[in-house]
């Protein structure tokens, strides 16, 4: 794009300063004439020779147009200079500023215009004006920075631009100048947060404009999707910063920022229409857009039409600016799907092309379609549902409930139906499951499914592009738990367990996703390359709307050839708890209101069980918790861990800051209620393999508070200077609130960040588990070289917990352990002067965490 095309800002001369030179001397003035002297001997300028532009606006909003020569001292006689229009014209979108007579005029079919603003969608090229600056910031003990950032820099990708993927701060920049108000807005994708990316404003004099803290770093987004950012601009000069920084903590970037149509609104005028770029056309004068060509069309730059390909030969995707030789077709063109039942209860494999079909079989080594496998009886229904000698299963009737395979029953007197769903036979899409497919970069599988079902499991589909995304989406209402616990004050109100497996030659990677109350959709968590076949297990602390899905690549990588289309995930049984609209299985035991048969279910009060002889409710005994919401028989009240008790709900055991050890004919107590409040920790500094400064963090909620989980860690861009962490967190995206929970921190001295910087928050401790001078429990052990060895007398006392929340990393939940270790040589004065919040001075502890594997 040329500069001159919306006066962004660059110096204009006037043909003034062009034309003639003056120059004072001592003596008196002397006019050099050499200009005009050598003018007597040039051809009279043509229009071809010059353009128009205008000169820099006065101080009552004035300003000329002027003619600048192409190539100066080429021609002359340009003409005068005249009035040019008020400096806050503008046209409307589809026109351009026709200079020689100085009116707006529709642009012409094949070109468009957005008047005041103009936009950058082509991405071939960074596009003049645009500058990639790598810098690194860290001052690097090993002194690399001037070799380790040349090669970082955004790159071209046609449709998009995108990010670097090393531990470089990579700026995209662009300088703007406006004559009124305007903005700035693009689509990004940022899925990554091993990646930090901002958008900050500078003026002329270098100085970062105003921006509020969510104006300046950008949201992350749903894989697959596509965010709008969007930024009111002042008149004047505006530099724009795009800017990145990677932090691996151990873990490779493999995710960039991807960036695409920039539009700027608020510049003077446009004095030329832009054209169309290949693969879209404009067929009407007057156009603010271009249009894509459609599937099997093409165009070149500036077209007012698209061109068919030939029918049998060649093809094309959707904004193609050229036709493809269709190939022979190979067994990555079709694939395999199983028939919904007839009316005779069977089921077949039948094979189908992929389509859009881009393949031709009347060649030589071209394959054709396998013909269609036998005819088979159908799985049985799932449970829940019945066959009523149908080809379709029905859900059984509120109250009842069936196996899949008998008739729907009714529940006996002193139960109730256990609600929710459970998918193990995948004959057809339950009704509250969806699919599709999406590619960030083209429309080639949109319409297509992303998922087929196979019987006795459900499977990624075709796609149209190794790097679709396929979707599988799953609806749930909400919760409801069982009347007999109703009035609980459990934590758990439901779960969600699937069974998967993964078949993956490249770097595949299989999504799990979840939306609350239909807000913002955010990864819970994802598997890289193969995977053997496996249960994981979500549990639902809140009662909510959710939609859960699952997401497939097969690479990240654009390809136009197809290479793994064999790559595959297969779930082979998806089972929600309590779901509010759900169906019966089973029916288990409820809480009656007297002991005669058939008597109505009843919630049972907070902490109280089901007796199994009289199905009425009991309370728990002292220091039990009852466990999840199970709550028939009194097995089902779990002890509290040593140096614990239970609250008055009897749903959590908790420290009360006081512990007991008795040993040697000698009894300890201890006193923690000085580390009641929330602790925090913060350990390293660490570095990076490029010397990137970090620390971990951790806030601790060690005892006392009835067992509220009080510790907070966000997720968030934060300024640790000025925020409190205990206050207020509404303002924050993502946090967690747990005993003991862990971020990492990027200081502001390290990056160029005007804030330190907190990401990758986890919980360590969501359960106490106990208080106990022994070095285990539970299974978990501290290792017995972590401390100095201290005096037998006054033993070390370690505080136990539990993260039951399966990872990636940590497949059995994380085990966390906090040591404190008493200095009898210092006195009570002594002992509680030092800082709580820094868990330090007599009464020292150290966070010991680890993956629950045994």
Not at 238 to 250: D, F, P, S, V
Not at 351 to 371: H, Q, R, S
Not at 385 to 400: K, L
Not at 815 to 821: F, W
Request: proline share 5%.
């Amino acid at each position: 794009m040329n500069l001159r095309e919306h006066s962004n800002g660059h110096c204009i001369f006037s043909a003034f300063y062009l034309m003639s030179c003056s120059v004072w001397i001592l003596s008196g003035l002397v006019i050099l004439c050499s200009v005009l002297a050598a003018a007597k001997d040039l051809p009279q300028c043509k229009e071809t020779d010059y353009y128009f532009e205008y000169t820099e606006c006065d101080s009552t909003g004035s300003r000329w147009r002027v003619a600048i020569p192409h190539n100066l001292g080429s021609c002359t006689g340009l003409p005068d200079p005249v009035s040019g229009t008020d400096c806050t014209f503008s046209c409307e979108a589809g026109e351009f500023l026709e200079m020689s007579a100085q009116q707006c005029t529709q642009c012409a079919a094949g070109t468009y215009s957005l008047g005041s603003g103009i936009r950058f969608d082509e991405w071939d090229d960074i596009p003049a004006g645009f500058t990639s600056l790598a810098t690194y910031m860290d001052s690097s003990p090993a002194g690399e920075e001037t070799l380790t950032c040349n090669n970082s820099t955004w790159v071209p990708q046609g449709n998009y631009l995108e990010s670097n993927r090393d531990e470089c701060t990579v700026s995209l920049i662009y300088a703007v100048h406006l004559k009124k108000q305007g903005s700035i807005s693009f689509q990004y994708q940022y899925v990554d947060n091993n990646i930090f990316f901002e958008f900050f404003i500078q003026n002329d004099q270098c100085q970062e404009m105003d921006q509020t803290s969510d104006q300046k770093w950008i949201k992350l987004t749903n894989n697959g999707e596509w965010g709008t950012h969007t930024v009111d601009l002042k008149s004047g000069t505006n530099i724009l910063y795009w800017r990145t920084t990677g932090i691996l903590l151990g873990a490779k970037i493999v995710k960039p920022v991807l960036l695409k149509n920039v539009q700027i609104e608020g510049v003077a005028y446009t004095s030329e229409c832009f054209p169309c770029k290949p693969g879209t056309f404009s067929k009407t004068p007057g156009s603010s857009s271009c249009e894509l060509c459609a599937r099997n069309t093409f165009s070149g730059k500036g077209a007012s039409s698209c061109t068919h390909c030939h029918k049998d030969k060649q093809y094309s995707p959707q904004g193609s600016a050229q036709c493809k030789e269709k190939p022979a077709c190979s067994n990555k063109d079709y694939f395999q799907i199983h028939t919904p039942c007839d009316s005779e209860g069977k089921t077949q494999i039948i094979y189908k092309w992929i389509e859009p079909k881009i393949c031709v079989e009347n060649v030589t080594g071209a394959v054709t379609l396998p013909p269609s496998g036998e005819r088979k009886p159908c799985p049985p229904c799932n449970p829940g549902f019945y066959n009523n000698d149908t080809a379709n299963c029905s859900p059984c009737p509120s109250g009842t409930y069936s196996d899949g395979i008998k008739a729907c029953q009714e529940c006996p007197a002193g139960t109730e139906p256990a609600l929710g769903y459970e998918y193990k036979w995948w004959n057809v899409l339950p009704g509250n499951m969806k699919t599709s497919c999406f590619n960030v970069g083209n429309s080639k599988c949109d319409g297509m499914n992303g998922w087929d079902v196979a019987g006795d499991h459900i499977r990624s589909g075709a796609g149209g592009s190794d790097n679709d995304y396929l979707i599988l989406n799953l609806r749930v209402p909400g919760f409801k738990l069982p009347t007999s616990v109703s009035g609980t004050t459990g934590i758990e109100f439901g779960r969600i367990t699937f069974i998967f497996e993964t078949i993956c030659s490249a770097d595949c990677e299989l999504y799990f996703m979840m939306d609350i109350n239909r807000k913002s959709t955010n990864v819970v968590e994802s598997w890289e390359g193969g995977k053997e076949r496996q249960s994981y297990t979500h549990i639902m602390t809140k009662n909510a709307s959710v939609s859960y899905t699952w997401a497939f690549q097969r690479t990240n990588q654009a390809q136009d050839i197809r290479q793994h289309v064999n790559d595959n995930v297969k779930i082979y049984s998806i089972t929600v708890t309590n779901a509010q609209d759900g169906v019966a299985a089973y029916c288990h035991a409820c809480a009656l209101v007297s002991q005669q048969a058939g008597s109505s279910c009843v919630p049972c009060p907070a902490g109280h069980y089901i007796d199994k002889n009289t199905n009425q409710c009991r309370e728990c005994p002292p220091d039990t918790y009852l466990s999840g919401h199970q709550i028939y028989g009194k097995e089902a009240c779990m002890s509290c861990g040593p140096g614990s008790r239970s609250n008055k709900e009897h749903s959590l055991c908790f420290s009360d800051c006081s512990f007991t050890h008795t040993g040697q004919n000698c009894t300890l107590t201890y006193d923690f209620s000085k580390l009641g409040p929330v602790g925090s920790i913060m350990n390293g500094p660490s570095f990076t393999s490029k010397g990137t400064k970090y620390f971990h963090y951790f806030n601790i909620s060690l005892c006392g508070q009835e067992g509220k989980r009080a510790a907070v860690c966000t997720d968030n861009v934060t300024d640790l200077s000025n925020k409190d962490l205990q206050g207020d967190t509404s303002e924050f995206v993502n946090y967690v609130e747990t005993f003991i929970c862990q971020s990492t921190i990027i200081p502001s001295d390290g990056r160029g960040f005007r804030m330190a910087l907190s990401s990758q928050s986890i919980s360590l401790a969501d359960i106490f588990l106990g208080a106990t001078v022994e070095s285990s429990l539970s299974g978990i052990s501290v290792p017995s070289d972590l401390f100095p060895e201290t005096s037998k007398k006054v033993p070390d006392v370690n505080f136990f917990y539990r993260s039951p929340q399966a990872t990636a990393s940590c497949d059995r939940g994380r085990n966390s352990v906090i040591t404190l270790r008493c200095n009898p040589e210092k006195t009570a004065r002594e002992i509680w002067e030092c800082p709580v919040s820094a868990l330090q001075g007599p009464v020292t502890a150290a966070p010991l965490t680890s993956c629950g594997r045994v």
